[in-house]
């Protein structure tokens, strides 16, 4: 475990008075560390869940060769002649069972998709283009030896067209699923395909939460004049579950000394991170930065950033601490640009970041170089099909009903000036994260 001034000491530039957002992810990426103990869980609670082991393939899928359409199987070798091949139907191949006759030249087999392919017969024409004859095999009335033959069109195919090989999308004895995936639906679907009813996952990551500061309420509490009622901590709920934390919730600790020793030393004993809210800006006459101090290793930093810029971050006992700024706004903002990343990685996911979008701002934004700002902004698909955006108004950092609205965060990076309108712009779309 590397101390805070170690770290601080290994990156260039590190001004905790002004430090820039990517040095944050920086600091954090190397502050945590992947928790170690891993769990054996069925298929559906592995949702959400990070593979602590690659995932080898039992089997090859699909195990066999096998029809993408319904329609006849044939030699393909049979194409190299520029005419119609005209083919004697001799038997019918089923999903589920198998056609085990022998194919000869000139012959097909009625084949559904996803039937095995017959022995030596690597193409199907779909059965929309043929043309389908019945021949009388020349016996006497009344016989029902009538024979189909079908007429497949001269260039229309190419030899092992229409057929799904062999192990194409998974072969035996080769990573399925590699560790630190984080399971998604696709994954789940993905391990049934191999008849896979078990995983080995990192175990869960234990966040605790409380909220600080003597004007806060809990929900059921008496309003007051000048208190508000707690909303970080619902916030960072809905943030944690969704990530797939384990959560523990520590209620709103009044600003006395003993109460705050007394939580940070039970989240300390009990999580692998700490978030809390509230009582880390500057100027603040309040004892929770003294006990974060007291307590753990910890540096407080001003982030070039807005909305957001106090926040404390280090350890206490093993425990990982994030100090969020109390603001509304400013919590939901550090979190999903600091606190998610790092948490990631403690939950052992390999998973890069989800690319930025690329949108047109509708408005012109004013942005200082020297600082990242994130301003909530309404995507919207324009009619000739690009993206544009808005942003939501009143960019305040207590203005929860913008977080709302917004589907995702323009992100006007460090060194960026000024938006004009039709200017493209990153944004950091909501969907799937919070
Ligand atoms: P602080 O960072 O403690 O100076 O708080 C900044 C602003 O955020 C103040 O207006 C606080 O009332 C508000 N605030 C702090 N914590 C919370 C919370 N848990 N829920 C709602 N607002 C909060
Ligand atoms: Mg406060």
Same mark, same amino acid.
């Given at each position: 475990?590397? !101390?805070?001034?170690?770290?601080?000491?290994?990156?260039?530039?590190?001004? /905790?008075?002004?430090?820039? *957002?990517?040095?944050?992810?920086?600091?954090?990426?190397?502050?945590?560390?992947?928790?170690?103990?891993?769990?054996?869980?069925?298929?559906?609670?592995?949702?959400?869940?990070?593979?602590?082991?690659?995932?080898?393939? %039992?089997?090859?899928?699909?195990?066999?060769?096998? !029809?993408?359409?319904?329609?006849?199987?044939?030699?393909?070798?049979?194409?190299?002649?520029?005419?119609? @091949?005209?083919?004697?139907?001799?038997?019918?191949?089923?999903?589920?069972?198998?056609?085990?006759?022998?194919?000869? %030249?000139?012959?097909?087999?009625?084949?559904?998709?996803?039937?095995?392919? %017959?022995?030596?017969?690597?193409?199907?024409?779909?059965?929309?283009?043929?043309?389908?004859?019945?021949?009388?095999?020349? &016996?006497?009335?009344?016989?029902?030896?009538?024979?189909?033959?079908?007429?497949?069109? =001269?260039?229309?195919?190419?030899?092992?067209?229409?057929?799904? &090989?062999?192990?194409?999308?998974?072969?035996?004895?080769?990573?399925?699923?590699?560790?630190?995936?984080?399971?998604? /639906?696709?994954?789940?679907?993905?391990?049934?395909?191999?008849?896979?009813?078990?995983?080995?996952?990192?175990?869960?990551?234990?966040? #605790?939460?409380?909220?600080?500061?003597?004007?806060?309420?809990? @929900?059921?509490?008496?309003?007051?004049?000048? *208190?508000?009622?707690?909303?970080?901590?619902?916030?960072?709920?809905?943030? @944690?579950?969704?990530?797939?934390?384990?959560?523990?919730?520590?209620?709103?600790?009044?600003?006395? /000394?003993?109460?705050?020793?007394?939580?940070?030393?039970?989240?300390?004993?009990?999580?692998? =991170?700490?978030?809390?809210?509230?009582?880390? !800006?500057?100027?603040?006459?309040?004892?929770?930065?003294?006990?974060?101090?007291?307590?753990?290793?910890?540096?407080?930093?001003?982030?070039?950033?807005?909305?957001?810029?106090?926040?404390?971050?280090?350890?206490?006992?093993?425990?990982?601490?994030?100090?969020? %700024?109390?603001?509304?706004?400013?919590?939901?903002?550090?979190?999903? *640009?600091?606190?998610?990343?790092?948490?990631?990685?403690?939950?052992?996911?390999?998973? &890069?970041?989800? /690319?930025?979008?690329?949108?047109?701002?509708?408005?012109?934004?004013?942005?200082?170089?020297?600082?990242?700002?994130?301003?909530?902004?309404?995507?919207?698909?324009?009619?000739?099909?690009?993206?544009?955006?808005?942003?939501?108004?009143?960019?305040?950092?207590?203005?929860?009903?913008?977080?709302?609205? #917004?589907?995702?965060?323009?992100?006007?990076?460090?060194?960026?000036?000024?938006? *004009?309108?039709?200017?493209?712009?990153?944004?950091?779309?909501?969907?799937?994260?919070?």
């Amino acid at each position: 475990m590397k !101390s805070i001034d170690s770290i601080a000491q290994e990156l260039e530039g590190y001004d /905790p008075q002004a430090l820039s *957002a990517g040095t944050v992810n920086a600091f954090l990426s190397r502050l945590v560390e992947p928790v170690t103990n891993h769990e054996e869980v069925g298929i559906f609670q592995a949702l959400g869940r990070v593979l602590s082991h690659d995932v080898i393939s %039992p089997i090859s899928v699909p195990a066999h060769d096998n !029809s993408a359409m319904d329609g006849y199987a044939f030699d393909g070798a049979q194409l190299r002649t520029p005419t119609p @091949l005209v083919l004697k139907v001799v038997g019918t191949a089923l999903a589920g069972k198998a056609w085990r006759g022998e194919v000869q %030249p000139g012959e097909c087999v009625k084949i559904m998709t996803g039937a095995i392919m %017959p022995t030596g017969l690597d193409t199907v024409v779909p059965q929309e283009f043929v043309t389908r004859n019945t021949e009388q095999a020349g &016996k006497p009335a009344g016989a029902s030896t009538s024979t189909e033959v079908i007429v497949v069109p =001269a260039g229309l195919l190419q030899a092992g067209d229409n057929r799904r &090989k062999l192990g194409e999308d998974l072969l035996q004895g080769r990573p399925a699923l590699q560790k630190g995936e984080l399971l998604a /639906p696709a994954a789940l679907g993905l391990l049934a395909s191999l008849g896979i009813e078990q995983v080995r996952v990192w175990r869960k990551l234990r966040v #605790a939460y409380f909220s600080t500061g003597d004007e806060i309420l809990s @929900l059921g509490d008496t309003p007051r004049e000048g *208190a508000v009622f707690d909303s970080n901590r619902y916030t960072v709920f809905g943030l @944690l579950t969704r990530m797939g934390c384990e959560v523990i919730d520590m209620g709103v600790v009044r600003d006395e /000394p003993a109460l705050l020793e007394a939580a940070f030393i039970r989240a300390a004993g009990e999580a692998d =991170a700490i978030i809390t809210s509230g009582g880390v !800006s500057v100027g603040e006459a309040d004892y929770t930065k003294a006990m974060m101090k007291k307590l753990g290793d910890v540096a407080f930093w001003k982030i070039a950033m807005r909305p957001g810029r106090p926040m404390a971050v280090g350890r206490i006992g093993k425990s990982v601490l994030f100090g969020l %700024p109390g603001n509304p706004v400013a919590v939901m903002v550090t979190f999903l *640009a600091f606190v998610r990343p790092a948490l990631l990685q403690m939950m052992g996911s390999t998973a &890069k970041p989800p /690319p930025l979008l690329k949108a047109r701002s509708l408005e012109p934004l004013r942005k200082k170089p020297g600082r990242t700002e994130y301003q909530r902004g309404t995507v919207t698909t324009a009619p000739d099909g690009s993206l544009h955006v808005k942003t939501t108004g009143n960019q305040g950092s207590g203005v929860l009903s913008s977080m709302v609205q #917004a589907n995702g965060l323009i992100v006007l990076h460090h060194t960026q000036g000024n938006v *004009a309108v039709g200017d493209e712009v990153d944004v950091m779309m909501f969907d799937g994260v919070i």
